[in-house]
C-alpha cells in the first residue's frame, strides 16, 4: 500500500484537499495521510508531522494562494516546514514529490500570461 502525505493550507483549500484525499482514497492500494485526521499524539507538531512525511511514499502538496499558518516551533508557515521535511525525506530517497496548482492559481497565472 502506498502512503500519500497530503500537503495544503486547510481553511482556504478545504473543498480541494477533501477531493484529493477521497480520490486517493478511492485508488487501489492507496493510503491518504492527513496530520488532522491522526489520533492525539504527545510528539510535538513537527515531529508528529515529520514522522507522518517520513512514512509517506509520496508527498503530495496543494499550493493556492496563502501562506497558512505558522509552526510554533519554527515560526514558519506549516506549507514551508512540511516542503522542507519533504525535501529531506526525498533526499534520502524515501518520498517522491508531486506539485498541484489550484483553480485560484491557475487562474491568476493565466491572467498574468495574457496581460504579457
Same mark, same amino acid.
Given at each position: =500500500?502506498? $502512503?500519500?502525505?497530503?500537503?495544503?493550507?486547510?481553511?482556504?483549500?478545504?473543498?480541494?484537499? !477533501?477531493?484529493?484525499?477521497?480520490?486517493?482514497?478511492?485508488?487501489?492500494?492507496?493510503?491518504?495521510?492527513?496530520?488532522?485526521?491522526?489520533?492525539?499524539?504527545?510528539?510535538? @507538531?513537527?515531529?508528529?508531522?515529520? !514522522?507522518?512525511?517520513?512514512? +509517506?511514499?509520496?508527498?503530495? =502538496?496543494?499550493?493556492?494562494?496563502?501562506?497558512?499558518?505558522?509552526?510554533?516551533? +519554527? $515560526?514558519?508557515?506549516?506549507?514551508?516546514?512540511?516542503?522542507? =521535511?519533504?525535501?529531506?525525506?526525498?533526499?534520502?530517497?524515501?518520498?517522491?514529490? !508531486?506539485?498541484?496548482?489550484?483553480?485560484?492559481?491557475?487562474?491568476?497565472?493565466? @491572467?498574468?500570461?495574457?496581460?504579457?
Amino acid at each position: =500500500m502506498l $502512503k500519500v502525505f497530503l500537503s495544503s493550507t486547510i481553511e482556504d483549500l478545504k473543498a480541494e484537499r !477533501h477531493a484529493a484525499a477521497d480520490a486517493i482514497r478511492a485508488l487501489k492500494d492507496f493510503e491518504c495521510l492527513l496530520v488532522e485526521e491522526e489520533p492525539p499524539s504527545t510528539l510535538p @507538531a513537527e515531529e508528529l508531522v515529520r !514522522h507522518l512525511i517520513e512514512k +509517506s511514499d509520496i508527498f503530495l =502538496m496543494i499550493l493556492g494562494t496563502r501562506k497558512g499558518t505558522e509552526s510554533p516551533q +519554527s $515560526k514558519q508557515p506549516w506549507t514551508r516546514v512540511e516542503y522542507e =521535511m519533504a525535501r529531506t525525506a526525498l533526499s534520502s530517497g524515501t518520498v517522491r514529490p !508531486h506539485v498541484l496548482a489550484n483553480r485560484a492559481a491557475a487562474r491568476l497565472q493565466r @491572467a498574468r500570461s495574457a496581460s504579457l
